[in-house]
Antibody, heavy 121, light 110 residues
Framework: QITLKESGPTLVKPTQTLTLTCTFS??????????VGWIRQPPGKALEWLAL???????RYSPSLKSRLTITKDTSKNQVVLTMTNMDPVDTATYYC?????????????WGQGTLVTVSS | SYVLTQPPSVSVAPGKTARITCGGN??????VHWYQQKPGQAPVLVIY???DRPSGIPERFSGSNSGNTATLTISRVEAGDEADYYC?????????????FGGGTKLTVL
């Protein structure tokens, strides 16, 4: 059974840096073609892709957020970490991590339950 | 950057067929994936590679992709199919390849 779970702060202040961890089980990020992605969803709005890291440590970022994002992996711990700098209230959203397959076509399955991050002073 | 356009809403009576479209420039040359998201839940993959179904997804869910439009078709719609549906592609055409999601379609079962 493949599971992913997001963890991190539920509340951050404007200008702070957000660090989220995705802890997964049931698959290895050493397997060719596999990746882990981050996707967010503001309340009542659509999904927005943020970043993706592959088994070979190749990384891809959303062009609109690239300057603020860093994605890393720790294969031995089965974790992927996303950092987002200079947080703003518009970054309030549920943040999901998900396994990606089929590189470079990349679909996401399964997804974690998501974690709601609120940006407020 | 590549844009995927979905209708905001689609309504269908139980037992009928729902068709949710996803428009994009020459989307037929890309692989399209579809997700179902019910309120308060994480998205679930229902179609990948245009028309393949993950295990556990009913055969009532099917997909097609040609020209500038991809379509998710749900046959014999049930009340439990009411959800938001999102299409997704991998855009390799730009200088910065990446994932693109459509704006989502709310399916209402009348």
């Amino acid at each position: 059974q493949i599971t992913l779970k997001e963890s991190g702060p539920t509340l951050v202040k404007p200008t702070q840096t957000l660090t989220l961890t995705c802890t997964f089980s049931g698959f290895s990020l050493s397997t060719s073609g596999v990746g882990v992605g981050w996707i967010r969803q503001p309340p009542g709005k659509a999904l927005e892709w943020l970043a993706l890291i592959y088994w070979n440590d190749d990384k891809r970022y959303s062009p609109s957020l690239k300057s603020r994002l860093t994605i890393t992996k720790d294969t031995s711990k089965n974790q992927v970490v996303l950092t987002m700098t200079n947080m703003d209230p518009v970054d309030t959203a549920t943040y999901y991590c998900a396994r990606s397959q089929g590189a470079p076509i990349n679909w996401f399955d399964p997804w974690g339950q998501g974690t709601l991050v609120t940006v407020s002073s | 950057s590549y844009v995927l356009t979905q209708p905001p809403s689609v309504s269908v009576a139980p037992g009928k067929t729902a068709r949710i479209t996803c428009g994009g420039n020459n989307i037929g040359s890309k692989s399209v994936h579809w997700y179902q998201q019910k309120p308060g839940q994480a998205p679930v993959l229902v179609i990948y590679y245009d028309s393949d179904r993950p295990s556990g997804i009913p055969e009532r869910f099917s997909g097609s992709n040609s020209g500038n439009t991809a379509t998710l078709t749900i046959s014999r719609v049930e009340a439990g199919d009411e959800a938001d549906y999102y299409c997704q592609v991998w855009d390799s055409s730009s200088d910065h390849p990446g994932v693109v999601f459509g704006g989502g379609t709310k399916l209402t079962v009348l």
